[in-house]
């Protein structure tokens, strides 16, 4: 899994007058959960926009103060009106504790069915999964080469080593649909061999 550091400042109380300042001076206030104790603290809003709009999926080296943490973010709660975060909690994780996660999904290859024609739809972007870190990819890869028009890839045909998903079994990840086009050519190709 891919890791990115954020430095964070502790915070000495939760109240909304603190909370207010905080955002105010463009910081986010956060809280790490899972440890031994819940710990208040804000991280700067521009150094976060590289965790949260990227579509990728961090564990999150925290260093609070000199204190390091390893976290992924759990929940994000947004204004309202502006869409910017207004806090963020995170879960801590160790190395021998598992955890649940979304993971993005990378099709590979192109598609038969698509070569013949047909347009691939993709359904899903995220799996949600449970394991180790040291199992956690960095994307979930599916193969979708072999896949023909009305073909489809689902959640109950992949394995990932050391992962559990967590998704319904019969949900569909992607498939080959037919095209308009390549209906329309195909009868016209049973047409001219009549």
């Known amino acids: 899994m891919l890791s990115i550091e954020l430095q964070g400042t502790k915070r000495t109380t939760a109240n909304n007058a603190e909370t207010k300042q905080s955002r105010a001076n463009g910081n986010i206030p956060c809280v790490l959960y899972g440890g031994s104790e819940n710990l208040h603290f804000s991280v700067n809003r521009i150094a976060f926009d590289k965790v949260y709009i990227s579509p990728n999926v961090y564990v999150v080296e925290l260093n609070i103060e000199g204190k390091k943490h390893k976290a992924i973010v759990k929940d994000i709660q947004f204004h309202p009106t502006t869409d910017a975060p207004i806090h963020v909690d995170f ?104």
């Open 91 to 194: 879960l801590e994780i160790s190395d021998n504790k598992p955890f649940t996660i979304k993971l993005p999904i990378k099709l590979n290859g192109v598609a038969e069915g698509v070569k013949q024609g047909g347009k691939l739809q993709q359904k899903m972007r995220k799996l949600k999964v449970n394991g180790l870190l040291k199992d956690m990819p960095a994307t979930l890869d599916v193969e979708i080469s072999k896949l023909t028009i009305g073909q489809s890839v689902k959640i109950d045909t992949l394995n990932f080593n050391g992962l559990t998903i967590l998704d319904p079994k019969s949900a569909v990840i992607c498939s080959v649909n037919l095209t308009r086009s390549a209906a329309r050519a195909m009868q016209e190709a049973a047409n001219a061999k009549k």
